[in-house]
Protein backbone atom coordinates (compact mmCIF):
# COMPACT_ATOMS: atom_id res chain seq x y z
CA UNK A 1 0.00 0.00 0.00
CA UNK A 2 1.44 3.34 -0.72
CA UNK A 3 1.23 6.45 1.03
CA UNK A 4 1.32 10.12 -0.72
CA UNK A 5 4.75 11.73 -1.04
CA UNK A 6 3.61 15.45 -0.09
CA UNK A 7 0.69 17.61 0.91
CA UNK A 8 0.63 19.18 -2.25
CA UNK A 9 -1.95 22.14 -1.92
CA UNK A 10 -4.86 23.67 -1.01
CA UNK A 11 -8.19 25.47 -2.61
CA UNK A 12 -9.93 28.15 -1.36
CA UNK A 13 -13.70 29.49 -2.46
CA UNK A 14 -13.72 33.01 -1.97
CA UNK A 15 -16.05 35.51 -3.92
CA UNK A 16 -12.66 38.12 -3.05
CA UNK A 17 -10.36 36.40 -5.49
CA UNK A 18 -7.92 39.32 -6.35
CA UNK A 19 -7.90 40.51 -2.52
CA UNK A 20 -7.02 36.37 -1.62
CA UNK A 21 -4.90 36.44 -4.38
CA UNK A 22 -2.90 39.63 -3.17
CA UNK A 23 -2.93 38.56 0.42
CA UNK A 24 -0.96 34.88 -0.40
CA UNK A 25 1.20 36.29 -2.60
CA UNK A 26 2.37 39.17 -0.32
CA UNK A 27 2.31 37.05 2.92
CA UNK A 28 4.15 33.72 1.43
CA UNK A 29 6.66 35.82 -1.15
CA UNK A 30 4.56 33.57 -3.61
CA UNK A 31 3.77 34.75 -7.56
CA UNK A 32 0.99 33.76 -9.27
CA UNK A 33 1.20 31.24 -11.94
CA UNK A 34 -2.08 31.31 -13.53
CA UNK A 35 -5.11 33.36 -13.36
CA UNK A 36 -8.70 34.33 -14.76
CA UNK A 37 -10.76 36.56 -13.34
CA UNK A 38 -12.76 33.81 -11.04
CA UNK A 39 -9.74 31.81 -10.24
CA UNK A 40 -5.72 32.17 -9.63
CA UNK A 41 -3.18 29.66 -8.75
CA UNK A 42 0.03 30.74 -7.10
CA UNK A 43 3.34 29.38 -5.73
CA UNK A 44 6.15 30.61 -3.17
CA UNK A 45 8.55 27.45 -4.05
CA UNK A 46 8.92 24.58 -6.88
CA UNK A 47 5.53 23.29 -6.98
CA UNK A 48 3.66 24.54 -9.96
CA UNK A 49 0.74 25.85 -7.15
CA UNK A 50 0.60 25.81 -3.29
CA UNK A 51 -2.79 28.42 -3.32
CA UNK A 52 -5.26 27.86 -5.45
CA UNK A 53 -8.64 30.33 -4.87
CA UNK A 54 -11.83 30.55 -6.86
CA UNK A 55 -15.09 32.42 -6.96
CA UNK A 56 -17.44 29.14 -6.29
CA UNK A 57 -20.39 31.14 -8.16
CA UNK A 58 -18.21 31.17 -11.07
CA UNK A 59 -16.52 27.81 -11.23
CA UNK A 60 -20.58 26.86 -11.20
CA UNK A 61 -20.60 27.55 -14.83
CA UNK A 62 -18.50 25.45 -16.16
CA UNK A 63 -20.05 21.66 -16.28
CA UNK A 64 -17.09 19.57 -15.11
CA UNK A 65 -16.41 21.95 -12.38
CA UNK A 66 -19.68 21.91 -11.29
CA UNK A 67 -19.63 18.51 -11.17
CA UNK A 68 -16.38 18.78 -8.64
CA UNK A 69 -18.78 21.32 -6.73
CA UNK A 70 -21.76 19.01 -6.44
CA UNK A 71 -23.44 18.93 -9.74
CA UNK A 72 -24.47 20.85 -13.21
CA UNK A 73 -25.04 24.48 -12.86
CA UNK A 74 -28.54 23.37 -14.00
CA UNK A 75 -29.23 21.35 -11.49
CA UNK A 76 -29.03 23.82 -8.85
CA UNK A 77 -31.86 26.66 -8.32
CA UNK A 78 -31.33 30.11 -7.19
CA UNK A 79 -31.25 29.64 -3.55
CA UNK A 80 -28.69 26.84 -3.84
CA UNK A 81 -26.90 29.32 -5.80
CA UNK A 82 -27.10 31.87 -3.16
CA UNK A 83 -26.09 29.48 -0.22
CA UNK A 84 -22.90 28.15 -2.00
CA UNK A 85 -19.56 28.96 0.45
CA UNK A 86 -18.84 32.66 0.39
CA UNK A 87 -15.53 31.52 1.69
CA UNK A 88 -13.99 28.32 3.06
CA UNK A 89 -11.88 25.11 2.24
CA UNK A 90 -12.64 23.24 -1.41
CA UNK A 91 -10.03 20.77 -0.98
CA UNK A 92 -6.91 19.35 0.19
CA UNK A 93 -4.60 17.54 -2.43
CA UNK A 94 -2.14 14.72 -1.71
CA UNK A 95 0.63 14.06 -4.13
CA UNK A 96 1.81 10.45 -5.19
CA UNK A 97 4.89 9.11 -6.18
CA UNK A 98 3.51 7.76 -9.59
CA UNK A 99 0.63 6.71 -11.61
CA UNK A 100 0.58 2.78 -10.41
CA UNK A 101 0.28 3.86 -6.62
CA UNK A 102 -2.28 6.44 -7.49
CA UNK A 103 -4.36 3.91 -9.37
CA UNK A 104 -3.98 1.02 -6.89
CA UNK A 105 -4.95 3.50 -4.53
CA UNK A 106 -7.99 3.98 -6.35
CA UNK A 107 -8.45 0.40 -6.69
CA UNK A 108 -7.53 -0.49 -3.04
CA UNK A 109 -10.20 1.97 -2.18
CA UNK A 110 -12.94 0.58 -4.80
CA UNK A 111 -12.88 -2.64 -3.43
CA UNK A 112 -13.34 -0.80 -0.09
CA UNK A 113 -16.64 0.73 -1.57
CA UNK A 114 -15.10 3.49 -0.79
CA UNK A 115 -16.04 5.95 -4.66
CA UNK A 116 -14.39 8.87 -6.02
CA UNK A 117 -16.61 11.99 -6.68
CA UNK A 118 -14.44 12.75 -9.91
CA UNK A 119 -11.40 11.95 -11.73
CA UNK A 120 -10.17 14.42 -13.73
CA UNK A 121 -6.63 14.54 -15.84
CA UNK A 122 -5.96 18.78 -14.98
CA UNK A 123 -3.09 19.23 -17.07
CA UNK A 124 -0.26 19.66 -14.59
CA UNK A 125 -2.08 16.92 -12.21
CA UNK A 126 -3.96 13.32 -12.59
CA UNK A 127 -6.12 13.56 -10.12
CA UNK A 128 -9.05 11.70 -8.49
CA UNK A 129 -11.55 13.17 -5.79
CA UNK A 130 -12.84 11.67 -2.93
CA UNK A 131 -15.42 13.36 0.35
CA UNK A 132 -13.80 12.24 3.68
CA UNK A 133 -16.81 11.28 5.98
CA UNK A 134 -17.78 15.24 7.10
CA UNK A 135 -17.86 15.45 3.08
CA UNK A 136 -14.42 17.78 2.89
CA UNK A 137 -12.69 17.14 -0.61
CA UNK A 138 -9.78 15.42 -1.21
CA UNK A 139 -7.86 15.04 -4.10
CA UNK A 140 -5.15 12.21 -4.70
CA UNK A 141 -2.66 12.86 -7.07
CA UNK A 142 0.59 12.84 -9.29
CA UNK A 143 2.39 15.12 -11.40
CA UNK A 144 1.99 14.63 -14.85
CA UNK A 145 5.67 16.65 -15.71
CA UNK A 146 8.78 14.92 -14.99
CA UNK A 147 9.64 19.07 -13.35
CA UNK A 148 7.85 21.05 -11.58
CA UNK A 149 9.06 23.52 -14.42
CA UNK A 150 7.50 21.59 -16.80
CA UNK A 151 4.42 21.78 -15.35
CA UNK A 152 4.63 25.36 -14.46
CA UNK A 153 4.89 26.01 -18.08
CA UNK A 154 1.66 24.58 -18.97
CA UNK A 155 -0.22 25.92 -16.70
CA UNK A 156 1.12 29.15 -18.26
CA UNK A 157 0.08 27.55 -21.74
CA UNK A 158 -2.65 28.58 -24.16
CA UNK A 159 -3.86 25.20 -23.74
CA UNK A 160 -4.30 25.83 -19.52
CA UNK A 161 -6.00 29.20 -20.57
CA UNK A 162 -8.72 27.25 -22.67
CA UNK A 163 -9.30 24.62 -20.75
CA UNK A 164 -7.67 25.33 -16.77
CA UNK A 165 -10.01 22.34 -15.76
CA UNK A 166 -8.55 19.50 -17.59
CA UNK A 167 -10.19 16.38 -18.58
CA UNK A 168 -12.48 13.74 -16.58
CA UNK A 169 -10.98 10.23 -16.50
CA UNK A 170 -11.97 6.92 -15.86
CA UNK A 171 -9.63 5.37 -13.53
CA UNK A 172 -10.51 1.77 -14.30
CA UNK A 173 -9.94 2.34 -17.82
CA UNK A 174 -6.82 4.13 -17.39
CA UNK A 175 -5.60 1.27 -14.71
CA UNK A 176 -6.20 -1.14 -17.65
CA UNK A 177 -4.57 0.84 -19.91
CA UNK A 178 -1.61 1.43 -17.82
CA UNK A 179 -1.49 -2.50 -17.26
CA UNK A 180 -1.40 -3.51 -20.87
CA UNK A 181 1.65 -1.26 -20.98
CA UNK A 182 0.99 2.15 -21.57
CA UNK A 183 3.52 4.25 -20.27
CA UNK A 184 2.79 6.80 -17.46
CA UNK A 185 3.62 9.28 -20.13
CA UNK A 186 0.90 8.65 -22.66
CA UNK A 187 -1.82 8.39 -20.12
CA UNK A 188 -0.94 11.87 -18.47
CA UNK A 189 0.65 14.04 -20.56
CA UNK A 190 -2.29 16.50 -21.27
CA UNK A 191 -3.79 16.30 -25.04
CA UNK A 192 -5.52 19.69 -25.25
Do not use: C
Request: hydrophobic share 40%; glycine share 6%.
Amino acid sequence: MASPTKLSHVVLYSRQVPKMRDWYVKTLDGRVVHETPDMVFVTYDEEHHRIAVADPTSAMADEEVAALLGGPRSELSAEELAALPLHGLAHVAFTYASLPELLETWERLDADGVRPLQAVNHGPTTSVYYADPDGNQIELQIDNFPTTEEGTAFMQSESFARNPFGVVFDPATLLTELRAGKSEAELTVPTW
